[in-house]
């Protein structure tokens, strides 16, 4: 069965940092490209980047580019999404999804990370 | 980036109606790379239609999609209690991907 397991809930402060995963099992995670997507609070989806875990080629959104990093270790099949100074804006739901080829839909979600950042 | 506009907002319909949910790109998107997603509250979206017509796995023949180009159509033909959710199209052709910004279908 193909899962994507994303890691707990956080709260943090602003300026803090922070790096949530998303772990693949049930399909060769080497061979299939993982996205990240934003849903703030009452919100649509927005798409923040991709990442092929096979040889780590990763792409961004203009809007996400320099904001977060996005990175894989294929040995342990896990995804992740970093920031190095968080801002209440973050705050939202992150989901990692996988597509096929880079031009695929997205035919697995994770069950998402809600990323609270408060003063 | 490719702009995808859903209409309606929200659509009020019964159990056993027919829901037309339509999605219109800003500019056209090539080889139907055009997906829809059902997501309920507290949940993760779930992939419905992919490639403008083709239903993922799953996913009941009262789904279908059609259109090409600039415009496209999520009918759903008879609507389940269950099916009460919003709905949101993508584009994955190009570069950024960008999603609608959603229909809320709703319970009249």
């Known amino acids: 069965e193909v899962q994507l397991v994303q890691s707990g809930a956080e709260v943090k402060k602003p300026g803090e940092s922070l790096k949530i995963s998303c772990k693949g099992s049930?399909?060769?995670?080497?061979?299939?490209?993982i996205a990240w997507v934003r849903q703030m609070p009452g919100k649509g989806l927005e798409w923040m980047g991709i990442?092929?875990?096979?040889?780590?080629?990763?792409r961004y959104s203009p809007s996400f580019q320099g904001q977060v990093t996005i990175s894989a270790d294929k040995s342990i099949s896990t995804a992740y999404l970093q920031w190095s100074s968080l801002k209440a804006s973050d705050t939202a739901m992150y989901y990692c999804?996988?597509?096929?080829?880079?031009?695929?839909?997205?035919?697995?979600w994770g069950q998402g990370t809600l990323v609270t950042v408060s003063s | 980036e490719i702009v995808l506009t859903q209409s309606p907002g929200t659509l009020s319909l019964s159990p056993g109606e027919r829901a037309t949910l339509s999605c219109r790109a800003s500019?056209?998107?090539?080889?139907?790379?055009l997906a829809w997603y059902q997501q309920k509250p507290g949940q993760a979206p779930r992939l419905l239609i992919y490639?403008?017509?083709s239903r993922a796995t799953g996913i009941p023949d009262r789904f279908s999609g059609s259109g090409s180009g600039t415009d496209f159509t999520l009918t759903i033909s008879r609507l389940e209690p269950e099916d009460f959710a919003v709905y949101y199209c993508?584009?994955?052709?190009?570069?950024?991907?960008?999603f609608g910004q959603g229909t809320k279908l709703e319970i009249k």
């Open positions: 993508q584009q994955y052709g190009s570069s950024p991907r960008t």
């Open positions: 049930g399909y060769s995670f080497t061979n299939y490209w």
């Open positions: 500019q056209s998107i090539s080889s139907s790379y």
């Open positions: 990442i092929y875990p096979g040889d780590s080629d990763t």
């Open positions: 490639g403008a017509s």
């Open positions: 999804a996988r597509h096929y080829i880079p031009t695929g839909p997205f035919d697995y």
